[in-house]
């Protein structure tokens, strides 16, 4: 395990690069780094560990040889979590094992929170995971999976924006937002929107 070889996996600011140890064909792992560390956090430990796994050690965005965000873009802690997602799909892994130190291990424990059924098992290294009160569990769930799902789901389509007539567009306003009155919509769509040579 002493060879690696480099990944690049495509986001919409670039990429998020990794290095990955063992046979492809091996239980997979996925391995997070801390708080401005990089993939080369592993680069000691990964030999010591079983040779029948596919190791696969992210940069976050931002770090090491993976793409910064773009200027002015804050680094959400959720946004860690979406770019495990995207690497996981990017991978073609439904379940794998989550390894993660300090930063990374909260990013895992929040993943391994939010995405049960994809984490085979969760290692964690000087972190204690990802905690939340009790009562806040259900819709703190809901919400944020929603959310990186959606992201991800809209990111996969990639579609040039459809152009609409003035009226489809405000129709279109008016459907995914009920609670806008028709006046309140054309009030919008006059910055909103921009007027093409096809509509």
Known sequence: ???????????????????????????????????????????????????????????????????HRPAGSPYHFLDYVSDVRRVAAALQWRRFTL????????????????????????ILLENLGFLLAPEDTEAWLKSKRMVIDRLLSLEAKQQTPKARSPEAALQRLLEANRHLTAEGGAILLQRGATETPTG
């Open 1 to 67: 395990l002493g060879m690696f070889s480099e990944l690049k996996f495509p986001v919409p600011w670039g990429h998020v690069a990794a290095k990955a140890w063992g046979p492809s064909e091996g239980c997979p792992v996925l391995c997070l780094h801390g708080w401005l560390d990089n993939a080369n956090t592993f680069d000691k430990l990964i030999p010591l560990l079983p040779r029948g796994c596919y190791y696969v050690a992210m940069d976050f965005s931002g770090h090491g040889l993976s793409s």
């Open 99 to 122: 390894m993660g130190h300090s930063m990374g291990g909260a990013v895992a424990g929040m993943f391994s929170f939010l995405y049960p059924e994809m984490v085979d098992k969760l």
